[in-house]
């Protein structure tokens, strides 16, 4: 009675390209999922990095710094006018979120940087800014030369910002908090449901510690 016939095995030289395609694969994609994170993971509100001093336009053609939101917690977030994707979102989330603030309402700025400076100029910002009932003494739309959008948002607020190959702007979606103090504080997701919520927490916790702070 003759042997079975033995199945044909995978060559090790196959076993090895397999292994290290795969590991090409989780190594592109996790370079991915890293460059759509904060460059540092902190704990719960606290301190990341001290944010650098900016100079850019708002909606109304005032030039606004680092000085001028001094003293006030501040929520951040990143759209461009023509945007199709989730910067009506965002803005909507932060138009919902500017309604909650009332009691707060000279304690808390709201700030959107446009990451479409070529195209979002203080005129356009400002017909963006009044569809959604933006007062610009306390909700701000910021534009300026491309150079300086991408240094205060990358290199100060830690956020990604890049170009589609069709030169769309592929862009950050995080709602951004800064303390009164200048520091970067933390993150949230401005797709997340519950967005609103917890960004109310977490500005009610900034408030308790500014006025803690003030009264020392």
Known sequence: MSEPEARPGIPRLGWAIAFLAVSMLLGVAFSNLK???????????????????????DQTGRTITLADLKGKIWVAN?????CKGPCPLSTLRMAEL??????ARKKVQLVSFTVDPDHDSPPVLAEYAKSS??????????????????NIVVKGLLQ???????????????????????WLR??????DPE???????DLGDLLRESKTNNSK
């Open 35 to 57: 460059n759509t994170r904060p460059h540092v993971v902190p704990g719960h509100l606290q301190k990341i990095s001290q944010v650098p001093d900016f100079s850019l336009t």
């Open 133 to 150: 009932e933006a007062d610009p003494a306390y909700w701000q739309f910021l534009t300026g030369p491309s150079a300086d959008i991408n």
């Open 78 to 82: 990143f759209i461009f006018t023509r």
């Open 195 to 201: 967005v609103l919520q917890k960004l109310m927490i």
């Open 98 to 103: 500017n309604k909650r603030l009332a009691k």
């Open 186 to 191: 933390g993150y949230q997701d401005s797709a």
């Open 160 to 182: 990604p910002l890049a170009k589609e190959p069709d030169g769309t702007p592929a862009h950050s979606t995080r709602f951004v908090m800064v303390d009164a103090n200048g």
